[in-house]
C-alpha cells in the first residue's frame, strides 16, 4: 500500500480530550476519529488493526468448536420483557420505536436473542452441546463514556453463548472458551489474567473476568501474591483479622447521647472511641423489603456482595422514612431491637464491646456484645476488601492492582433457557432444561487495551499480530535517486510476494517527519531507503520494540524483514 493513496493523519500534540495514553495514541496515530462522545470512526489504519484481533478471535473461536451466527442489533422489546431484564436495562439500554409505534432496543447484548434462536432450533441432546458466536456492534448509553474505546456508546463485542445438558457438560464449555480466551490475548500481545468476578444473583464461583493490569484500568483487582488468589473488588473475600474489641464490659450495654452525631466519625467522637469500634448500620430495600447490613465503622458495604447474598433483583438504600419505619432515624440505626433480618459483617465476629446506634435521635448505646446479638439472622462477607486485608485462602496481606476488563466468561446456569422454555428431550425422552454459558471479549476495548500496554515515549509499540501494517519502507530520496526509487520498489515487491503487509511512505515530506510518523504509528519493522546507505551498499532494517537495526543490501531487506517479524512473533 502506498501512503499517499491512503487516509492517514496523524497529529503532533495530545488531543485535549484525551485522558490515558492508549486514547491519546491511537488519536494521535490517526487510527481513530472522534464523531461525538463514545462515537468514533476507525480510520483505514485503525480499520486493519480491528479487523486483525478480530481474526484472531475468530480462528480461535473456531478451534474451539464455536460456530459463528450474526445476530440483529435491533431487537424487539418484548424477548426483554421475557427475561425480566427490560427494566432491570434502566437507561442504559438505547430505547426506540418502528413506524408502527412497536418498541425496540438496540441490543446491549445478545442472550435473550440467542435463546430465543436456539430454544426454536434445539429439540434433542442429538443437537448439543452447541457453542456459537459473533462479533458485532453493541449499544449501551454509558453513564459516563470515556477514554476513548474502552468505554464506548457503540462498541464491537464477541459474544459467544454454549448449550449443554447439565451443569457438567457445561463446565466443559465453560473451560474450552476460558483456555480459548488465554489463547486470544496472548495472541494480541497481551498480559490478560482471570480474576474471579461478581456473578450478580446467580451465585457461586462461576465467573471470570480477564483484566489488563493497567494504571488507568477502572477496575481493582486484590490479589495474593503468595498464592495467587486474585479476583475483582466487586467479589473478592477476605479472611477477617481478629476483632480488637473482643474483651465484653462486665457493667452490660449502656445508652448514651449523642447529640447531632449522624455519621460514624461524629459518633466516635462523641462516644470517645475509635472509628473502628463503632458498628455502621445500614438499611436497605431489597426487591422492596427492608433488610439491614452491620459492618465495622471503618469499613465500606460491597452492594453486589449483599445483593448476591440475598439473591434479589433490586437493592436499594432505604429513604429516611423506610428507615424510620424498619428500625430507626438516620444517623442512630443500630441492630438492637429490630425485627427485620440482620446481615452483619464477618469482620464484626468476637467483637464484644462496640457502640452501635439506639434507633433514637441523638443517642447511641455502648459497650454491645455484637458477636452474641440474637437479631443476627446471618454473619456473611458483606464488605468491600482492602488492600492489606488478608488473602481468603493463605491468610497473606493481599495488594490492590487496577485492571482493564476485556473478557467475561460466564456460567449462567437456566436464567434464561428457563424464561424462555429453551427444553431438549434427552436420550430416555425426558424433557429437560438447557444449561448455558455466555462469554463476552469486548473486541475495540481489547485493541485499545494493546496499546495501553505497548508504548513509548515516541508512540505506539504494535505486536505483529495485531499491527496494521507489519513494515513500513521509507523512501528518503527516491524524487531525486532512481536508485533509491528502485530498491524501495524491490523491497516492497519482495515483502508482498513473501505475504507479509507492507505500507511504503511514498509522500513528499521530510525525512524527519517520516521517521517521527513511522514512531508514532508503531509498525513493528522499519525499512529506510536512502542514496547515503545505498552507497555504502545497504539499507536499514529496524525493530520499532528493541530498536535493534541492521543495515543489508536491497536483495536480502524482505529476508531479514521476515525473519525479525517471526522473532518478534515468538515473543506472544
Ligand atoms: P464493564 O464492567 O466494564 O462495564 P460489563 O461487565 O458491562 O463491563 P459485559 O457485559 O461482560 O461488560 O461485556 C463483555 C465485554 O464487553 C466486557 O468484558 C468489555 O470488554 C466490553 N465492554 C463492555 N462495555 C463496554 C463499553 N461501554 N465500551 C467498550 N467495551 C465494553
Ligand atoms: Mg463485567
Redesign the pocket.
Known sequence: MRWSRTVISTLREDPQEAEIASHKLMLRAGLLKKLSG?LYTFTPLGVRALHKVEEIIREEMDAAGAQEILMPALQPIELWEKSGRASRMGASMFRLKDRQGRAMVLG??HEEVVTDYICKEISSYRQLPCTIYQIQT?F?D?IR?RFG?????????K?AYSFDVSFEAADASYKAMYDAYERIFKRCGLLARPVE?DTGAIGGNHSH??MVPAPSG??GILECQKCGYAANQERAERKPAPSKFAEEFSGGPEEVPTPGAHTVAEAAESVGVPEEQIVKSLIYMADGNPVMAIVEGTRELNECKLRRILGCSELVMADDVQSAEAAGPVGSIGPLGVRIPVYADIGLRGAKDMVVGANREGFHIKHVNVDSLSEITAWEDIVTVEPDDLCPRCGSPMRVVRG?????V?KLGTKYTDAFNAKFLDSEKNSRVMVMG?Y???????LQAVVEQNFDKDGIIWPVSVAPYSVVVLPLDAEKDPACAAAAERIVKDLESAGIDVIVDDRDERPGVKFKDADLIGFPVRVVVGTRSLGKGGVEVRMRRTGESVTVPPESAAQRVSEMLSRMREDF
Open positions: 463514545g446491549p447484548t453493541k449501551r454509558e463514556p474505546l474502552m468505554r464506548a456508546k457503540e462498541f464491537i463485542m459474544d468476578a473476568e480477564f477502572e477496575d482493564i476488563e476485556v473478557g467475561h460466564f455466555c463476552g471479549i469486548g473486541v475495540t476495548r481489547t
